[in-house]
């Protein structure tokens, strides 16, 4: 991993964190999904989906469900429409 990609993952992590503390729930899914589709294995999802879950849940795990179910599906479609 180069020294530019290792600062976009550090920075899109700063990002998550600060949408997961501030934003709607929307806005958070959406760049979750993107950051998820950016790079590679985005393992963070499954962290930022526990962390909502246990800032926001109702004692659920349907947070851990959902970041588990995007990890998949967008490592599905990039292995399908990536050369």
């Not at 729930?25 to 590679?40: E, P």
């Not at 963070?44 to 246990?54: F, M, Q, R």
Request: proline residues 2%.
């Amino acid at each position: 991993m180069n020294r530019y990609k290792s600062l976009a993952r550090i920075a899109s992590d700063v990002i998550m964190i600060l949408l997961i503390a501030w934003a709607p729930l929307w806005l958070v899914v959406i760049m979750t999904v993107a950051f998820a589709w950016a790079f590679s294995p985005y393992y963070e999802v499954i962290a930022w989906g526990i962390s909502l879950d246990a800032l926001y849940g109702f004692h659920s795990v349907y947070g851990i469900i959902f970041a588990l179910a995007v990890f998949i599906i967008i490592e599905i479609f990039k292995r399908r429409t990536r050369i």
